[in-house]
């Protein structure tokens, strides 16, 4: 069932979606932008239909509802513990199709990963509908074709905005009671078929290639370049990595509760073990560990898609215009050479 709301009615059936449902949409937060005067798009919970910023893609992703930056996981005291409460109502996330396949992404790395399911994800993944917000063909940092996740059917609605309004595709009945006399309208969703960005992924089946490419120069050009920040694992819609951190009330430190916080695996120190030793000690290893996780160990290990969804945001918020596509395309020129020098060696 298909409806053409104006921006009136739209409200009118946001406002009622919102009596059910807390509705998360990207929203603009003006002067709150990283360079003076500039504003940050991210989600929020949103009241109004002109709160929605639908024409371009948010700073940050949807994840930042489901696993936000960080959360209470339980309280303490000195001789009890109570885990931290789960969402109560159920949420509707407008999201574009490149985030709503991030989550499929993130659903395996949290739910039954090594036979476990992370509680404080599934609970709220469990509580989750998407909206899908059409994209009208993102910007110059996104390449979601190439990576396969420009489309999506895991939507209870699909929305295409305008400045008129937007149509509405209803796919899941239990909405339709929201759309309860509106005008009626054919609307038929619509993907992105074509980036401007293109990225091809590089073939990295062969064991030999992937320990010649570990050792390969190109990873030491982000030693200098690379300030480890972790900005761009912050901004990405698939980046799951956390660590804990106590939070005390008072003198006492007994009582408080503990937070699970992003991590990033960019950020030096981030593999340190006992003893102070480290894996990955340079901006470049790191680098190195990011761009083969994205590109090659996610689908090693959990088979169907690579773990990037391409949409493009640690490229838009690296501080040093560090360019993902671009270190992917330098990794292809990269195993191109590796394969003819291990073909002269006769490997
Ligand atoms: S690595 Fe970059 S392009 Fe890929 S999903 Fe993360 S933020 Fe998006
Ligand atoms: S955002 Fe850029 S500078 Fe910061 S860690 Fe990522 S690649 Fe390095």
């Keep these: 069932m298909g409806y053409c709301l104006n921006a009136a009615q739209a409200d009118q059936v946001l406002s009622a979606l919102r009596k ?51 959360q209470a996981i339980f309280y303490f005291t000195e001789d009890e513990y109570r885990a931290s409460k789960g969402p109560t109502k159920p949420i509707l996330i407008l999201a574009r199709p490149c985030d709503i396949n991030a989550q499929h992404v993130q659903a395996k790395i949290y739910a039954g990963n090594g036979g476990y399911d992370d509680f404080y994800y599934q609970r709220m993944r469990e509580q989750v509908h998407f909206a899908m917000m059409e994209c009208g063909g993102g910007d110059d940092t996104c390449f979601c074709v190439s990576m396969g996740t420009n489309k999506t059917d895991d939507y209870a609605l699909a929305l295409r905005f305008s400045h008129d309004g937007v149509s509405v595709q209803v796919a899941d009945p239990a909405f339709a009671p929201y759309f309860g006399g509106m005008p009626q309208g054919e609307y038929i969703p619509a993907f992105v078929e074509e980036n401007e960005l293109k990225v091809e992924i590089p073939d990295l089946s062969d064991k030999a290639v992937r320990q010649a490419l570990k050792k390969h120069p ?46 990033s695996c960019q950020i030096a120190g981030f593999d340190q073990m006992a003893g102070q030793r480290e894996f990955r000690s340079t901006a470049g290893d ?14 090693a290990r959990f088979g169907d898609s690579h773990m990037c969804v391409g949409c493009g945001r640690c490229t838009h918020r690296c501080p040093e215009l560090i360019s993902l596509s671009a270190t992917v395309n330098k990794v292809n020129a990269a195993v191109d050479e590796i394969k003819a020098d291990l073909a002269k060696e006769g490997r």
């Design 218 to 263: 190109m990873w030491k050009e982000f030693d200098k370049r690379c300030i480890s920040c972790g900005s761009c694992t912050v901004a990405c819609s698939t980046c799951t990595c956390f660590t804990t951190r106590d939070v005390c009330y008072g003198d006492n430190p007994e009582v408080g509760e503990r937070r699970r916080v992003a991590a």
């Design 286 to 299: 790191r680098m190195r560990y990011k761009v083969l996780h994205k590109f090659h160990d996610y689908k």
């Design 20 to 70: 059910d449902y807390r509705v998360y949409a990207p929203k603009r937060f003006p002067k709150q932008g990283r360079y003076s005067d500039t504003d940050v798009i991210r989600y929020a919970e949103v009241e109004r239909f002109g709160d929605i910023v639908w024409e371009v893609k948010s700073d940050y992703p949807a994840k930042e509802v489901l696993s936000p930056i960080q």
